[in-house]
């Protein structure tokens, strides 16, 4: 009787380990499901994302933005008026009327926001892609001015678009200082010729991995391509100081 209880009480812990390791691989599988659940989700999201962004900027790909109008200026004989001057005045040789044609031209965003510190931007929505990349190709020996004063023009994009364009903004300049021709592509990838060759980087983690392997262009960069985070804490560490 003795042996057969011993028996029986190897048995059950044999039993009960087994159920223990059972149930610590069916958590295992279950925390493994969540994961791939919450990636599937995230890349939905993205994707989605990615899908409308896609959709806003099809929808404005004629649109031409300009940059830098003080406000009012076009009150007296419209915003559409504001694309000619600057045309004869920096483009005279492109012409605009007769030959290209404005379907409509507005600030956007419409309304005033009185706390806004800079003047909304002019979109004009041109009937044709083409005649807006007239405007944007159009040779400039000097820059784009209004009367005068110093203006931009841009393609228009959607508010995601944009902000992924202008995060580049600091490694352009490094590049364009060096003379390595730099391009935003779109929706907002960089290229730059570097010893002969054309690069082109979808995002900051890419770029940074190719200058880890090459020390001349890390140096040229070493200061556009600090993380965020760095940033933000010797900007801190500046103010405490």
């Given at each position: 009787?003795?042996?057969?209880?011993?028996?029986?009480?190897?048995?059950?812990?044999?039993?009960?380990?087994?159920?223990?390791?059972?149930?610590?691989?069916?958590?295992?599988?279950?925390?493994?499901?969540?994961?791939?659940?919450?990636?599937?989700?995230?890349?939905?999201?993205?994707?989605?994302?990615?899908?409308?962004?896609?959709?806003?900027?099809?929808?404005?790909?004629?649109?031409?933005?300009?940059?830098?109008?003080?406000?009012?200026?076009?009150?007296?004989?419209?915003?559409?008026?504001?694309?000619?001057?600057?045309?004869?005045?920096?483009?005279?040789?492109?012409?605009?009327?007769?030959?290209?044609?404005?379907?409509?031209?507005?600030?956007?965003?419409?309304?005033?926001?009185?706390?806004?510190?800079?003047?909304?931007?002019?979109?004009?929505?041109?009937?044709?892609?083409?005649?807006?990349?007239?405007?944007?190709?159009?040779?400039?020996?000097?820059?784009?001015?209004?009367?005068?004063?110093?203006?931009?023009?841009?393609?228009?994009?959607?508010t995601e678009t944009l902000q992924a364009r202008r995060e580049w903004s600091d490694?352009?300049?490094?590049?364009?200082?060096?003379?390595?021709?730099?391009?935003?592509?779109?929706?907002?990838?960089?290229?730059?010729?570097?010893?002969?060759?054309?690069?082109?980087?979808?995002?900051?983690?890419?770029?940074?991995?190719?200058?880890?392997?090459?020390?001349?262009?890390?140096?040229?960069?070493?200061?556009?391509?600090?993380?965020?985070?760095?940033?933000?804490?010797?900007?801190?560490?500046?103010?405490?100081?």
């Amino acid at each position: 009787m003795k042996n057969t209880m011993e028996q029986i009480k190897q048995n059950t812990d044999s039993l009960n380990a087994c159920v223990d390791t059972t149930e610590e691989k069916i958590s295992i599988l279950q925390d493994r499901q969540a994961e791939w659940l919450q990636t599937e989700k995230e890349l939905s999201i993205k994707k989605n994302e990615e899908n409308i962004r896609e959709i806003v900027d099809s929808m404005r790909r004629t649109n031409l933005r300009i940059i830098g109008i003080p406000e009012n200026v076009e009150k007296e004989n419209g915003a559409e008026s504001v694309l000619n001057e600057i045309i004869e005045e920096n483009f005279p040789n492109l012409g605009i009327e007769g030959e290209m044609c404005v379907e409509e031209a507005f600030r956007s965003p419409r309304f005033v926001n009185v706390k806004r510190p800079s003047a909304r931007h002019i979109v004009v929505k041109m009937a044709k892609m083409k005649d807006k990349e007239r405007i944007l190709r159009a040779p400039r020996q000097k820059k784009i001015t209004y009367k005068g004063t110093p203006i931009r023009l841009s393609a228009d994009f959607s508010t995601e678009t944009l902000q992924a364009r202008r995060e580049w903004s600091d490694i352009f300049k490094a590049l364009k200082d060096k003379n390595l021709k730099p391009r935003i592509l779109y929706p907002a990838r960089i290229s730059f010729r570097y010893v002969g060759e054309i690069k082109s980087f979808p995002d900051k983690p890419k770029l940074r991995e190719f200058v880890t392997k090459s020390p001349p262009l890390q140096e040229i960069l070493k200061k556009a391509l600090i993380p965020e985070k760095r940033k933000k804490g010797r900007k801190g560490s500046q103010t405490t100081e």
